[in-house]
Each structure stands twice: as structure tokens, then as C-alpha cells.
């Protein structure tokens, strides 16, 4: 059975501005299958009857039967009998999702380092303690009791004052979001997100009921040409303090979602001035404010001084609360599942009271792992800033090079770059990259209602081969994008949010 469905009118908002020089049952299938490989239409939905669709478009049945007949013969739809017809990946595509001896496709849809190199010894270590938990029933709400202590300790070293009884240990830092969006939003409720901002998250609150308000975030850029190794810094944080406090005043949202130290995808850092304003205002209206620090630790060499988000609250009586999320991913590595929430201990007490709800422990060894890590986490981050520096001179030389038209930001930590491409057609190219062996997320992923074609977030965590092989990819498929665009909005409205 099919996991959702989607409405002809959800669909029909997905799909954009879709018409083009094709045939309208090729361009309607041809934008199917991109929402389907950009995850924007998830993997087992069941897509609106033809019939629906039709009226909806102001199309014929038969256009709609035709493009999806087209799919099923690529294997994007399955026709199931009782459940109508089913989005799904063809094989070929889940195979070529992972590198086969280096010559298979490239999946730059993650920006994400290779584990520290410390991680092994830590995992032994690990396995050699955990005899000293087996005793006990392995299920844990809240997080090892050291471990609890090792995080509040680097809060500590940051200059953040925190104790263990404001830490709760999830599974990853999806978890800890979804956790806090679900316990402290209500159906209807209003939710300012940064625009673009990291898709899972927007996910999380709209399925915790609430209505999203965006604000804008830009990225400091130059073009490719002129982007040296070491750019001058550009004025400006790349938030609007303004229009923050102006949206958060009109809209009292019950939550703000932010990322303040190097934005997911644009890379900025909000500014301590930013930092302020935006708590003062989120105070006056009782905002609850997520400060998602999952990439905060990765600085490669950003001048200034950053506390974390709380420190910049005034901390009255009856000020709207800061909750912090990290993570281990990032910076140890993506397949240890370990995350956090800290808060003020009764936001943590209603916290795990739901936690149960969705999961009853974290997991035991990747607890152990992160432990023996978190005191060394210094020489760790020195090994971070080197791959990070070496990738993002790579990225910008190899741009500079291919398409020196192309703006880049003026990146001083996290994992991408958000790379302006001068046209429209950021969708188109991603698709036709796949025809080249690459795997990238198109810019509309990361904002709503198809903003962001005119940007592509490119990983600055791979190798100089495999950052040259996608580099290629993308020059070969950017010719047909510029003449087979498929843009998800009207162009002209872009430039509002580039």
C-alpha cells in the first residue's frame, strides 16, 4: 500500500510553471520524474487519479494518461490495483546511487565528511566497555549519564553554562528536531523558517500541523572568476534583522527555526548584532527558538567571536526559551546516530516525556563512541577545518575555471557552497547531470514552491577527484539545461529571493 497521497492540488503546486516546448504529456511526465528523483514527491505516493489531474491541469485525460504511461514505462510509477498509481525509483537509479570502484555514480546529494580518523579506536574502546551496561535493560530516554556530562562540558568550553539535567540524547540531530517540533507546536500554528533552509526540518514542523512563515537568508557572493582562495570578507550577514523582527511581530509564530553558524545551504553565520535582535524580538512575543548548531563546529577560518545562540539572550524572567540541537554526524560521522537538545530543565522534562512516542532508547554503543570522542574534540576539528579548507579552495578553483559566471560565497566553514548559476535552471541541470554520472540536489529542495532555481548547493567534503568528476558532469549537462530549462516558478519571481 502506498505511504501518501497526493492531491491534484498538491501536485498541481508541485509542479510549477511545468509547460514547455515538449508535448504536454512529455513535459508533465518529465517534471513527475524530477520531483520523484529530487524526493520532493516521496518514494510509495500514490499520485492523483487521472481524471483529477486532468480537471485540475485544464488538461485532457488522455495528456495525463499518456505521462503516465511514460513513467511506468521508465519505472516511476507502479499501477497497483486498489491503490491507483505509485511513485517509485526505477532499479537502475538505486543502483547507480552508490560509487562502484570509482567509476559509478557520484551522490553529491549529501554534504558530509568521511569519519574522523579517530572514530576506529574509539568504536574498540567502546566494545570493550559496553560489558558494564549489559546488566541493564539497554533502553535509555535520556542519554548516558557521561555522555550527558561530556556534551554539557563542551557547552561549557563555548561559554555556554550548562549541566547534564539540560541535555536529552536522541537518535541524530532529525530526531531531536522532529522531537521538539511535535511537543511544542499545535496544528495551526505559525513556525518562521529561514528560506532556503535545510529540507528535513520544514518537513518535521509541517508534519507536527504547523503553517510556515519564511524569511529570507543570503550568502555573500562573488563570481567563480574572482573568487581567489582567500576572499576579502563582504559586509553583511546575510539575514535581514528588519524584516525578522517585523515577520516575527505580524506573524507571533510559536516557533523560529534558525541555523546561525554556517547555514544549510548558504553557509552564513548570523552576526552577534543579528543574534540579539532576533532573541529580543522572539522574547516580546514568546517565540520558542530551535538554534540548530549541526554544523556550527565545522569553521574552517571565520573571523570573530561566536557563542552559542542563548548567550545573546537577555535571560529575563519569562523570556521565550532557546532550545539548542547538535549533533555527532557532522563532524564524527554520518553513520554515528547520535544527537542532542539542550534546554532549560523543564523543557527537557516535557521533551522526554514525549520522546517515548516514537522511540523508547538511543542506541548503547554509538553512545559509548561519542563519549570517548566528544573529549578530543579539538584535534578533531583541526582534521575538519583541513579537509573543509582543501575542499572549498577545490570547489572555487575548479568553478572558477569551468564557469567563471557562477557566484560562490564567501565561505568560511560548514559543508557546501551555495553556488548562484546565473539562470533559472538549477532542476534542469540536476536532472541532466544524472545522465553524467551525478547525483546533486536541485536549489528548489531546500526553499517552497519551487524558489531557488537559480542556485545549486555543491559539497565541499569530497576529494579533489571526485569533486573534478562532478565539476565535469556539470559542464556537460549545462548546455541542454540552458536550452531545455524546466524551471519550477515563474523566473520572474526568482529575483526576490536571490
Keep these: 500500500m502506498p505511504d501518501a497521497q497526493l492531491t491534484a492540488r498538491g501536485l498541481e503546486i508541485l509542479l510549477g510553471e511545468w509547460r514547455g516546448g515538449a508535448a504536454h504529456y512529455t513535459a508533465l511526465a518529465d517534471r513527475i520524474r524530477l520531483l520523484v528523483l529530487d524526493g520532493r514527491v516521496p518514494v510509495g505516493t500514490r499520485l492523483p487519479a487521472e481524471r483529477d489531474l486532468a480537471t485540475r491541469l485544464t488538461l485532457s485525460r488522455t495528456t495525463v494518461t499518456a505521462a503516465y504511461r511514460e513513467l511506468r514505462e521508465a519505472g516511476f510509477v507502479d499501477s497497483v490495483r486498489g491503490s491507483g498509481s505509485v511513485t517509485r525509483l526505477p532499479g537502475p537509479v538505486l543502483a547507480l546511487a552508490r560509487p562502484v570502484d570509482g567509476d559509478g555514480m557520484l551522490d553529491f546529494t549529501k554534504a558530509a565528511l568521511p569519519a574522523a580518523t579517530s572514530l576506529p579506536a574509539a568504536a574498540r574502546a567502546a566494545a570493550e566497555e559496553l560489558p558494564h551496561f ?168 571565520r573571523p570573530g567571536e561566536y557563542l552559542p545562540l542563548p548567550a545573546y539572550g537577555a535571560n529575563r524572567e519569562g523570556d521565550a526559551p532557546v532550545i539548542l540541537i547538535g549533533s555527532a554526524s557532522k563532524s564524527l560521522w554520518g553513520g554515528l546516530r547520535i544527537g542532542w537538545i539542550r534546554a532549560d530543565r523543564p523543557l527537557i522534562r516535557k521533551l522526554i516525556a514525549a520522546k517515548p512516542a516514537t522511540d523508547l532508547g538511543t542506541p548503547m554503543i554509538e553512545q559509548l563512541v561519542v563519549a570517548r570522542m566528544l573529549p578530543t574534540m579539538q584535534s578533531i576539528l583541526e582534521e575538519r577545518r583541513t579537509q573543509l579548507r582543501a575542499g572549498r579552495d577545490t570547489v572555487r578553483r575548479l568553478l572558477a575555471e569551468t564557469f567563471p559566471d557562477w557566484t560562490v560565497p564567501d565561505l568560511h566553514g560548514g559543508l557546501a557552497a551555495w553556488v548562484g548559476i546565473g539562470a533559472p535552471v538549477s532542476s534542469a541541470l540536476a536532472l541532466g547531470a544524472r545522465n553524467h554520472g551525478l547525483l546533486i540536489a536541485a536549489g528548489p529542495s531546500f526553499g517552497l514552491d519551487g524558489a531557488f532555481e537559480r542556485f545549486l548547493r555543491i559539497p565541499i567534503t569530497y576529494s579533489e577527484d571526485e569533486t573534478a568528476r562532478a565539476v565535469a558532469a556539470l559542464s556537460r549537462a549545462w548546455a541542454a539545461s540552458l536550452t531545455h530549462p524546466t524551471p519550477y516558478a515563474d523566473p520572474a519571481t526568482l529575483a526576490n529571493v536571490v
Design 134 to 301: 549489559l546488566p541493564d535493560p539497554g533502553y535509555d530516554l535520556v542519554g548516558l549519564p557521561h555522555l550527558r556530562e561530556a556534551i554539557a562540558e563542551r557547552y561549557r568550553q563555548r561559554g555556554l553554562p550548562t549541566e547534564p539535567g539540560q541535555i536529552l540524547v536522541t537518535v541524530g540531530a532529525q530526531q531531536a528536531i522532529a522531537l521538539v517540533a511535535r511537543t511544542f507546536l499545535g496544528r495551526g500554528d505559525r513556525a518562521l523558517v529561514e528560506m532556503p533552509t535545510y529540507p528535513h526540518a520544514t518537513e518535521s514542523i509541517r508534519l507536527a500541523g504547523a503553517r510556515l512563515v519564511p524569511v529570507t537568508v543570503t550568502a555573500p557572493v562573488r563570481s567563480a572568476a574572482a573568487a581567489g582562495p582567500h576572499p576579502a570578507p563582504t559586509d553583511g550577514d546575510g539575514w535581514d534583522a528588519d524584516a525578522i523582527e517585523q515577520t516575527i511581530r505580524r506573524a507571533n509564530p510559536a516557533l523560529a527555526y534558525l541555523i546561525p553558524d554556517f547555514h544549510n545551504p548558504t553557509g552564513a553565520s548570523m552576526s552577534p548584532a543579528t543574534r540579539e535582535r532576533v532573541l529580543a524580538a522572539a522574547a516580546a512575543q514568546g517565540t520558542i527558538v530551535i538554534g540548530d548548531e549541526t554544523t556550527g563546529d565545522l569553521d574552517i577560518d
